[in-house]
């Protein structure tokens, strides 16, 4: 009888990292924002009851048409940088609807089921920032989710479709495909541009839940950004307002209040709790072999941070049933680089954009934007005032 | 002392009673004178060597006997006579002293002797020529013949020296008194007594020349009765041996005891052989654990070495995985006696869960084995612990970078020996300290630890009844300190732990004059278990019941013949939240896009089978083993019979010529039959074997083996269309060479060559291209080298150079928004690709200290000498648009000192 290789193969994946400590960190982190990149993709509502329909925007970054902006505008950087057509405007979104997709190595393109009309498999969205369809559009007929779901059942169905849980009703795919202004796709498809020049392209998916009429009642919502903060100060949508280093509310994980000067603060105020308006719902969880009839649970929240220049504490905090001030909701920029005085020419002009996406674990999603405007200065730790040195990109110079 | 005997013929034929006379008539004076007549001398045929008599002989006295013999005709020899005879010899001053003495006595038996062997003597017949017989004729003469009885010089050199010794001996002791006098003779630092050594005295004070020596017996004991009074020098000149020399002082009333200890000039001049019977598999590396314990690299871990061996694939770093001739790792199984266990390493491969000392060999069957193992498709390592009986006490404690142990052997009186054994590592320890900096907070650093204990009884001449317990624990408990990044399920740490306990009582039965049996009885319990905070999580409680049971028959010289079972049930239970694990061919994805499952089953199956197999000599040179297995498997409700055959030949003494077949089955894995996660009507697993090779001694020590192999894999579990979610529509093929040149422990000198070049394929679904294996590496080449040098220094070195392990190149990747991951996409070939090439240069320093009673060695491991930086892995951007390898260990020393008596 042959064992299990389970926890023996995570034991080797694990220990040398521990032992030696070989593994590699110069890899770029997720919230450092280099390249055109999708943060998320919104549904509204985020589960399709019969008869609505559903609205989809994303949160679409390239930081670098801010730097060109901030060239252009500023007069200084490099405006050779900005040359290329792909960083001179916004990007491109192609939206698509499928209703069964290839899976992740046929990179999410809609699936075409024998049985259903091919016509229902793949619905072209267009390419605005906003997306919208019709509950009707995709379910033609009352009956249609069941004859999707157990047509995918069949031995007729492609392999690589997985078969999803049809009880609360379909999940469909929504399919992004952004791509940077100007890219020149020279005959190429956007799928395949995108394995070409993946800096100038990302693809997105998302699960949109068709829901079954008898399952409305428990349908999922958005979560909720409220707003964000900097030291107690709301920082408003738009505005770029100098942010107050590190004496801002906060805490660690234990609880303890953060009073780091070389930091930024932020806070995503979030409200969880019971009531309207709550992001953290509660529902009742699918059952399982091992548990028939679970208990109603509260969601889990997260919340993803992204910035266009500088680090953050954290890439994405998860939290359950926590309340808007503790740790999940607080973050904190670094811009220290320990740059020399030639480079200091290469900090953001413009302001920076720092991003929170807010997701609760079963397909609802918010995301805010907000502007910080840094005063970047350079010197030794002794000449900087303490409310300066959040701004201070070389303390140290040797 | 070899007899010297020679005949000597002393004169001319004396031809004056020559029976031809009455034809010589006196010729008529007025006829021409005839032709003067021609005798020609018998010449000696044959003779036979006279017995020396052995008096004579030991007293050193040689002898010269003259004989009148008579000649026939035909050349017989008839009535001899003594004539004379003269004895002569020396005294014990080296003077020559003669001796006369009469003829009728025959005093010390020389007469007798040669009038025995004379007789014996055959000779071409004298011939007379005359006129007119001008052709000659044989006619019978009497001659006088000298038998000597001579002695070698360098036999009387040795006499007389033993004459000088005995005179000396027996005024330097009495032998009628008691013994005053005595000791052992011991090799120094292990304490293994030294059978058939002299041992010589001399007295010093006073002065007075006097000499003596001593033999050691069985136990390297000795005994003096009645030794002078005083100060006697004790010398001990062994080859291969210091030259020992030490002095004690005697009184002739009072008893003197003494241990000497002498010291080996270089290990390497003794091979310690494992008592194993003469190679019976077609292919069986058989390591010593003396020889192996030294390889660089290896910490003294006799098992970690079979990945050193042809035909073993390397596991990345930290694997710890075997993998036999391009069969995946869980194909291969691994037995202690013939019983299986869990794991042979522990965490990672670091070290494996018995300690070398346990053991007298480690034994790789890595295809075409015997009957007697079943459930395997890979490769077989059965580790054997020392089986030879136990005289004397021993152990050692050893201390290392890593972790320590401590080991004892030894008798209980009569009947009964033990061996106990325990190691612990401290990595925890170590790493403690550095948790801050790791940002880990550690509940349990990693930490290993492993038991043994063993007692035999051998109750009679019949029977040998052992009870051997041993145990193994794995953890590995840490929490990282910042958890606001890991989703609140997975909060709380990873926890890894792998821990078995197990017994096996047995006993060896002689039940007939050609008939053993020998019966072992297994519990092993064991427990598996992993979790990633409270929301993923595995464990696994198995309770292990198995039997052996063989009985073997020697019907005669040239066929024997053994069958057996070894029915194994299991019960226990598994709980299991994760999402599926990846299968080969396949990469791991991420969690959070993964469909997670999860179950709790309970299971309690079995295996019953029966296996036979004989060892038959048609002729000298050929050994044929044909074997048939039968393995039932309830879980699956799934039987196979597998046919063996190995078949030996020895071309030369120095050249064999070998191959094999077998079939052998495996089951599929638990998940794989999960009623939940698999689908329990999965089928067996077929592996058909074929092996073809030679062996080359070129002497004792020095041997090569070049071996083709070739395995066919049918019925391989893969993933297929929902819902049945696994079928066995998968299959293999693997071929390749193995080249062993292998220098065995001689001359201060063992070592070893081995390449592999294979290659290890696999189909996962009809119609489909074949692909490379997860673990194909092309070429797999060990070097290993050690050499004793003196002031019992050593020195060693291992290259190994592998062949890239291939992997799928992963393209680009999507990005799920729902779980803000994202997802790989992957090459659409499977396994297209591959890693850097591996290689490493280990080298080790040894130092001993020897004592009396006890040996002390400290050495110097040193770990990927030339820092070259290995890639083990790849780790990849979260976007997996950028990757950097994940490199293996840097130049890593590691000291140790190990204490033995």
Known sequence: MRHLPLSRGLSLLLLPALLFGCAPEMLESQSTLSKLRVLAVRAEPPELAPGETVQLDALVVDPRHDRCLDAVAGGSGEPADCLSPEVVGPPTLYWELCLFDEGANNLYRCATIPGLPPELSRRD??????????????????????????????????????????????PVTVRLTAIAAGANLAARTTDQFCLDQPADC??????????????????????????????????????????????????DQDGAEQHDPELVPVVATVTVGEGSGTSAEMFSPEPTQVEAAPAPRREELDISWYATFGSLRGATYWGEGKTTDDEITFNELAFKQFMKDSDISTLPAGPIRIFAVLRDGR???????????????????????????????????? | MRLTCRLRLLSQLALATLAAAPFAAPAAAEEPAPPAEELIEPVLLSNVEAAFPPAAFAAGLQADVILQIDISETGAVTNPIPVEAAYYGYDDKGNLVEETAEISADKHGFIASALAAVTQYKFKPAILKDAKRPEGVAIPVQVTWKVGFVISEQEIQRQLTEKEAQRDQAVASDPTAPVNFQGQLLVRGVRDPLFGVKIKLRQTAPDSGLALEVTT?????????????????????????????????????????????IERTREGLVTRTTGEPPPKEVTRRILTVREIQRIPGNNNDAIKVVQNLPGVARAAFGGGQVIVRGSAPEDTAFFVDGMQLLAIYHFGGLRSVFPSEFLSSVNLYPGAFSSQFGRVTGGVIDVRTKSERLERVRGHADVSFIDSSFYLEGPIGEDVDFQIGARRSYIDFILDPLSETLGLSFTTAPRYYDWQGKVRWYADPNHTASLFVYGSDDL??????DQREIPPDLRGGIKISTAFQGAIARLDSKLAPDITNQFQFQYQ??????????????????????????????????????????????????????????????????????????????????????YTEAEWKPVPKLLLIPGLRYEYYDRVDRGAAEPRLAARYNLTDELVVKGAYGRHHISPTPDETSTTLGNPTLNLEQADHYVLGAEYAFTPYLSFTAEA??????????????????????????????????????????????????????????????????????????????YDLPD????GARYRYVTGSPNTEIIAGVFDSDSNDYVRVEDTTVNASRNKAFQQLDVRVDKRWIYDTWTLNAYLDLQNATNYENAEGVNYQYDFEDSLPVTGIPIFPSLGIRGEF
């Open chain 2, 217 to 261: 017996d069985a136990e390297g004991r000795f005994a003096v009765p009645g030794l002078k009074s005083g100060t006697w020098e004790i010398k001990v000149d062994e080859p291969g041996f210091r030259l020992y020399t030490t002095t004690e002082k005697v009184e002739a009333a009072q008893l003197t005891e003494a241990t000497l200890y």
């Open chain 1, 125 to 170: 969205l267009g390419t605005g920032a906003t997306a919208s369809i019709a509950y009707a559009a995709i379910v033609p007929a009352p009956s249609f989710i069941e004859q999707a779901c157990a047509s995918l059942a069949s031995a007729d169905a492609p392999d690589f479709v997985e078969i999803p849980s049809c009880r609360r009703g379909l």
């Open chain 2, 709 to 786: 192999f070739y395995k066919d894999l049918d019925n391989l579990v893969t993933r297929s269309a929902t819902p049945l979610i696994y079928d066995n529509a998968a299959e293999g093929r693997i071929y390749g060479g193995e080249f062993f040149l292998r220098h065995q422990l001689a001359n201060n000198f063992f070592g070893w060559v081995a390449y592999t070049i294979s290659q290890s394929e696999r189909k996962d679904r009809p119609g489909e291209d074949w692909r490379l294996f997860d673990f194909d590496q092309t070429h797999i080449l060990n070097v290993i080298a050690s």
């Open chain 1, 363 to 398: 397909g609802g999603v918010d995301f805010e934007e907000r502007e910080l405007s840094i005063p970047f200065i350079s010197g030794a730790d002794d000449t900087v005032a303490e409310d300066q040195k959040c701004f201070d990109v070389r303390s140290v110079v040797k």
């Open chain 1, 202 to 251: 990302e693809i997105a998916k998302k699960s949109l839940t068709l829901l079954l009429p008898d399952r409305v009642a428990e349908r999922n919502n958005n979560p909720r950004i409220e707003g964000m903060f900097n030291a107690g100060t709301e920082l408003l949508p738009g505005v770029a307002s100098v942010p107050v280093c590190g004496d801002g509310v906060g805490a």
């Open chain 2, 476 to 481: 590995l408990d840490f929490v990282r300190e």
């Open chain 2, 792 to 795: 019992n220094w050593s020195v």
């Open chain 2, 525 to 610: 319990p064991q427990q598996q278990g992993f979790s990633l905070g409270e929301g993923l999580y595995f464990n696994l409680n198995v309770n292990f019941f198995s039997i052996r049971d063989t009985v073997e028959w020697k019907a005669s010289d040239n066929l024997t013949v053994r069958g057996g079972t070894d029915p194994k049930y299991f019960t226990g239970d598994i709980a299991l939240k994760l999402p599926r694990p990846p299968k080969e061919g396949e990469t791991p994805v991420g969690l959070g896009n993964s469909e997670v499952f999860e179950i709790t089953e309970t299971f309690d199956p079995a295996i019953y089978n029966l």
